[in-house]
């Protein structure tokens, strides 16, 4: 078993409980990363809806920070049990204490190899948003916690390579990053992959204006599009919006393939380094 | 009072609970509009969360079509009562069943005249997305329900004007959408406003493939940015990616001062026309 997996089980407790662990192997400076809570709490989900085992549509509002290294309780509620699609709630507590709240609609995402099965108008299959050119990994920046002047254990867990014009806090014109993503213990990526890795890279206003400090995500939402062929996963993130000192950030994920696999958007408070 | 402030209003029925109905003049064909059923549910957590009465970040997931003129419950949860926001969860009722389901971060909006109250970096006070150049309204082409076959009793509270580039349905060469749009009866836009405006013009695919048939709304998202100055608000529409029969459209709204007011994203069924 993979470390994420390993790190995403939970247990059944009975009357759609689990109980599970907050491993601190995903946490950013001393908090866990909201990725990696989102991928636990769904997981509780996956558990809930088997014949929907995949992630569609996932909004989460965080609550208060996770604790590393701790115990969790996912409670879990089936709203609507669908044919195509199921609907369903979760609650991440630590401590007796709420953690996030996740809405979402599970289902069963393909592969797009077989073409479309829907009923879509027959003109047009598809439509798409081109990956942007990148150089290949080996020329790329490994992220890293020096300039944010903290540790990033999640980097023991996921290989995070940042196109080289990029990564320069501060110095762009506009709030943006490009950067390559996978497990370092060779896991494959699928759609879990993806809500991990639509939060896990650094702030693309950095890019703009710096390392700023923390920024917390308030909400974030997560469109899972496809399932992701095997090998690196490519992210593009952009910030065009910070007003009253909340920013929205935009995400785009694309497989080995380059099939767009993931969209995300979060919410999050822009703070001030302490 | 104005209607859309009438036909939102809610009673407190106890426990968290509010009773109200559902009317038909915000149909669209047989169904009661998603933004039209949003506001309604987010209305009744207005009500419980008096210190944070605007509508920061609103997540639907849709479960089952409303019901026009059919009375409707709404059940709240206050799920963390914060300093700066509260989150809350809020579902709609009709004959007993769940219809749609809210996650909502709630709060209080600026107006954007005092400049910024946030402590984020000193540099930057604002990014924004700069208000397209657009035709004045009576320039524009009037929304209709013709080219549908449908009749859209949402025409009758809302005056909604289309870029006369973009009302070529199945001639646009991307999937594209402007347009003002304002109450009939002089009510001036609010933030609940935006919740309904998110959600009233014609889907923006219609520009690329025509008018396809029913796109039933599986999740919104509107994260509201400003409240808005009186008059015209213009929105910006557009879908990039369809995959399996599931489409993500992307909206923007500016208010008559060009200020960007709401950002908002859906994730729709592509349907055959029947």
Known sequence: MS???????????GEGRYSGRVHSC??????????????????????????HPDPV???????????????????????????????????????????????????????GESGTKSSEADAVQRLTIPMPSMPPPEQCVARSGAAQGITIALLDRLD?????????????PEARLRGWIRFLDGREPD????????????????????????????????????RPAPGWVLGQFSARDLDDGRLIEDGLLWDSTGRLIAQCRQLAMLLKRS
Chains 1, 2 share one sequence.
């Open 191 to 226: 759609p879990f992959a993806s809500l991990l890795f639509a939060d896990a890279f650094p702030p693309a206003v950095f890019g703009l204006l710096g390392v700023v400090g923390w920024v917390p995500t308030i909400e974030l939402t997560v469109h899972l599009r496809s």
């Open 57 to 111: 549509s996932i909004g989460i509002h965080y609550l208060r920070p996770g604790i590393g290294d701790e115990a969790c309780e996912v409670q879990t509620e089936v709203i609507r049990a669908g044919r195509s699609v199921s609907t369903a709630r979760a609650t991440l507590l630590q401590q007796g204490v709420a953690r996030l709240e996740v809405l979402a609609t599970m289902g069963a995402l393909g592969t």
């Open 160 to 172: 995070i390579r940042l196109h080289p014009d990029d990564a320069k806090p501060g110095l762009l």
């Open 26 to 51: 995903y946490n950013i400076g001393g908090n866990p990363n909201g990725g990696y809570l989102m991928a636990l709490a769904v997981s509780a989900l996956r558990d809930r809806l088997p014949q």
């Open 3 to 13: 470390q994420f997996d390993d790190e995403t089980r939970l247990s059944p407790a």
